[in-house]
């Protein structure tokens, strides 16, 4: 199974206790054995990692599980917000794939050398959320977060995807800087508005629409769609990223997950996929 961090590394301690102590003649023994491993034994050891947008990670953790046992080797996910992960990339300069909520941090990023070539695997779309059954009777227009009667809860516009797509839809509506004078909350993603929403802390806010159609969030959440022409489909751009130890590797994932299986796994998850708008 792939390893799901959250937005750090840990690098394990070894221990150099006596009994992990080799005398030299040991040490030729091993060396002059691994001369004669196969080329295709060590390939089992490389690791990809994939900095992954928090609302992606479950079809990316499913689709990982598939191509290691393909190829023989390790996926590690760090997950986090879009605007965190690529900050992850750039301080720690490594890593293979990164994967945004939305393409604006591409683009945002592009002239810094680190995000190479790119294939689209789905779209993100935002909608309304309220609590399951629409207590409050919310409707499908975004100036229902102006009510004063609704508990309302919105995204960071710094941090994660689904904040830059707040602001971009409530902007665009000329209401933005009145629903962030109106929030009780202000979320820095979309795992911790969910979890606001499920715990009764919030009857409405605006959140990735697939979110709402896992396993953990369905029972509590319901979705109220808005117009294509008010909350555009956000293509999910997953990157190459230049200073890949893995370049194969990572291209050979990222074509699997823009191929139809992969694709079968993002509309599984709730996402559409990358015919969206052909």
């Known amino acids: ?149 609704l508990t309302v809860l919105v995204a960071a516009e710094n941090q994660g995807s689904i904040g830059s797509e707040t602001k971009r839809i409530l902007t665009k509506a000329g209401i933005y800087d009145r629903v962030v004078d109106n929030a009780a909350q202000v979320s820095p993603d979309s795992r911790t508005i969910n979890a606001a929403l499920k715990k009764g802390e919030a009857d409405i806010t605006l959140n990735w629409r697939a979110t709402a159609f896992f396993p953990d969030n369905s029972p509590h959440i319901d979705v109220i769609d808005l117009p294509i022409t008010v909350a555009e489909p956000q293509a999910l751009l997953m990157n190459l990223v230049t200073i890949s130890t893995h370049k194969t590797l990572a291209q050979q994932f990222i074509d699997y997950a823009a191929s139809p299986t992969g694709q079968a796994i993002m509309r599984k998850h709730g996402f559409l996929d990358n015919t969206t708008l052909n």
């Open 1 to 149: 199974m792939p390893i799901i961090c959250y937005n750090r590394l840990v690098n394990h301690n070894k221990d150099y206790t006596h009994e992990n102590i080799i005398t030299r003649r040991q040490f030729l023994a091993v060396l002059l054995a691994s001369a004669f491993i196969p080329s295709v034994a060590l390939a089992e050891t490389s690791e990809l990692l994939i900095y992954c947008g928090i609302t992606m990670v479950k079809p990316i953790s499913e689709m990982a599980a598939e191509f290691e046992k393909q190829q023989g080797v390790k996926v590690n996910i760090s997950q986090g917000g879009s605007e965190d992960l690529y900050k992850s990339l750039k301080s720690s300069q490594k890593g293979d794939i990164y994967l945004p909520g939305e393409p604006s941090f591409r683009a945002k990023y592009l002239s810094e050398g680190l995000l190479g070539d790119f294939k689209t695997i789905g779209y993100n779309q935002a909608a309304l959320f309220v609590r399951k059954g629409n207590p409050k009777n919310a409707t499908a227009d975004v100036k229902q977060l102006l009510r004063s009667d």
